[in-house]
């Protein structure tokens, strides 16, 4: 028998093999996948999402994977509204399912919770997103680290959203975004298992160059020209869109524009692997070994 009701988190690097690792613990215990990817929640991001094929979305069933449009805006605090509601559903006839993704604040937003911040003043983000534009991400980094720098030391400083979300919290209370945290996390009606999976910096380096070229290949050039109207939309101010978008207002050329997306990538899955690495209680994998993350998840559900 299962002890208690269980969310085995499946957390990693991008380009790691999350996605299969998923898929084949919930084959296992015969439960769902909920994508915790910021990215795959919109339907027009497929190619650079590097979403799940059809016949990976066949093999289980899938949630929060084309559930909204890019015009809607998505933010963690929805995520975790909507996860809980749905988790709530499955757990009465699941006593597993399974959460994958890089998105680290999403998954904590569902395992931990989120901190209940103020509502912004009207203006203070657009006026932030302009100042964004006029002088980069390195002015308003350099903004942060004056007004917050606890916050700045621990939270991703290189994703533009983020620096804007804590200055914006700021600007509108005059207090740090680091005052509201809450320190603890909320309870939570279920247990939480955390999977790591992650390999050889080199190897991992490879896949993410391997898959930028596969994109390419399917067609990503064409799906962000097609996004261009919704260029200034949170989920397309990202690795693989944004440096199209410069090719496009020919701001350099395809190749180093491709050259960047590498690049920035495997920067990205650092950041990730830094994020996940907080967590002392996530136990790793490599992204081969499925057995033993069965046997692993099995233990600790007193199933063996």
Not at 20 to 43: C, M
Not at 76 to 90: C, I, N, P, S, Y
Not at 123 to 152: I, S
Not at 227 to 239: G, I
Request: positive net charge; aromatic residues 10%; charged residues 25%.
């Amino acid at each position: 028998m299962v002890s208690a009701k269980t969310l085995v988190c499946v957390v990693g690097p991008t380009a790691v093999g999350k996605t299969a690792s998923a898929i084949r613990l919930a084959q296992h215990f015969q439960t769902d996948v909920l994508s915790a990817d910021s990215r795959q929640f919109y339907r027009e991001m497929t190619i650079g999402t590097a979403k799940p094929s059809d016949g990976e979305l066949a093999a289980v069933p899938h949630h929060f994977i084309n559930s909204h449009h890019i015009t809607e805006d998505y933010s963690a605090g929805d995520f975790e509204r909507d996860a809980l509601a749905l988790l709530a559903k499955l757990f009465l006839h699941r006593d597993v399912v399974i959460l994958v993704g890089g998105s680290g604040l999403f998954v904590q937003a569902v395992c931990e919770g989120l901190d209940n911040l103020p509502k912004p003043l009207p203006g203070v983000r657009d006026r932030l997103n302009n100042l964004y534009k006029q002088y980069g991400l390195a002015h308003l980094q350099a903004l942060l680290k004056q007004v917050d720098p606890v916050y700045f030391g621990e939270m991703d400083n290189q994703n533009p959203q983020r620096v804007i979300r804590a200055l914006e919290v700021y600007e509108s209370t005059g207090m740090p975004f680091s005052h509201f945290r809450r320190g603890h996390a909320a309870a939570r009606p279920f247990d939480v298992l955390h999977l790591g999976l992650d390999t050889d910096r080199e190897q991992l380096y490879q896949r993410i160059n391997a898959r930028v070229d596969t994109m390419m290949a399917a067609g990503l050039l064409k799906e962000a020209k097609s996004l261009l109207p919704y260029r200034e939309k949170p989920p397309l101010q990202t690795v693989g869109y944004a440096e199209l978008f410069d090719y496009f207002d020919g701001r350099c050329t395809l190749e180093n524009a491709v050259d960047r997306i590498k690049q920035n990538t495997r920067r990205y899955a650092k950041r990730q692997l830094t994020w996940f690495r907080k967590n002392k209680t996530t136990a790793w994998f490599a992204p081969a070994d499925t057995e033993g993350m069965i046997a692993y998840v099995s233990s600790r559900l007193n199933l063996l």
